[in-house]
């Protein structure tokens, strides 16, 4: 049976919920229960603004009696969001796939304190399609293109792309020079989780990640680096660079934590994409209008 479809309000998707075991009369006895960070006040607000909805897509009551493994979908909402000034570029849109060019600091999907200010909330905002999916990621902080799918019944074709390694991806980034390695060169290492939980790490065993790097410019301070990723894992590029003893220029998390600056965007940008499309064979390329400054 087809799971349930809660609609987009104001863009964004309904995050769903089955409720777990539990003493509780009412479903919002529940979710106070189940999300304890998140007041009381605010899941009655959005209970009666009909952002609480049962498995078949309606709005609950306050009363609505609790059920073990009901569906619950809500819409996450976030107070004093922050707004980002920084606008994206729609490059391409057909029936199957939309395009867009991505500024530093606009995440590309809701998490944390960020729900409308994204840039698939935008995209669904701005071409009224409901169905637009993000068929990879790039870092909040990395600038540059962003593939999406339009519709269901294709996406996985082009889900298959990213997972088999069979679409071509250019970023460039600025970093310190490496004048004593030999370049291009190909970076493969083991990467997995670090900490904190949000920082990568290279660890022993075998490798799980490549990039493949070379460089565009020399400066007397800083290069701009040709980077591709031939696998994806979070993080890699930053990753890599840390280890090869040049840092991407305005990391906050590689090689060591430091705070984030909108102020310095990170030096990194998805330049490029290329790929055989998968429904006709026909060669599509991509490119990013954006760049990074002089060295």
Not at 199 to 208: A, D, K
Not at 221 to 237: D, E, F, T
Request: proline share 9%; net charge positive; hydrophobic share 45%.
């Amino acid at each position: 049976m087809a799971r349930p479809r809660f609609p987009m309000r104001d863009g964004v998707a309904a995050s769903r919920l089955q409720l777990p075991p539990g003493p509780w009369a009412t479903v919002l006895q529940a979710l106070v229960a189940h999300f304890p960070q998140v007041p009381e006040a605010m899941w009655r607000d959005r209970i009666a603004r009909g952002r609480v909805l049962d498995a078949g897509g309606v709005a609950i009551a306050l009363e609505t009696p609790y059920r073990l493994g009901a569906e619950i979908g809500y819409y996450r909402e976030v107070v004093d969001e922050p707004v980002i000034a920084a606008v994206e570029r729609i490059l391409h849109v057909d029936a199957h796939l939309v395009v867009a060019d991505k500024p530093h600091g606009l995440p590309v999907a809701p998490t944390g304190a960020f729900v409308t200010q994204t840039l698939l909330t935008r995209l669904v905002a701005t071409l009224g399609n409901h169905d637009l999916v993000p068929l990879h990621r790039i870092d909040r902080g990395t600038a540059g293109l962003v593939l999406f799918s339009a519709q269901p019944a294709t996406r996985a074709v082009y889900q298959a792309l990213f997972r088999e390694s069979r679409i071509e991806k250019t970023y460039e980034a600025l970093a310190p020079p490496l004048p004593d390695v030999t370049f291009p060169l190909v970076r493969r290492s083991r990467i997995e989780r670090g900490e904190p939980f949000f920082r990568m790490r290279e660890v022993e065993g075998t490798p799980n990640s490549e990039t493949h790097v070379d460089v565009l410019e020399r400066g007397a301070q800083r290069w701009r680096y040709a980077l591709s990723p031939v696998s994806g894992r979070k993080h890699q590029l930053r990753v890599h660079m840390a280890a090869l003893g040049a840092p991407i220029l305005h990391d906050p998390w590689y090689p060591a934590l430091q705070a984030r600056s909108d102020e310095a965007p990170l030096q990194l940008l998805a330049k490029a994409l290329a790929f055989d499309d998968p429904l006709d064979g026909r060669r599509r390329r991509f490119e990013s209008a954006q760049t990074l400054p002089e060295v």
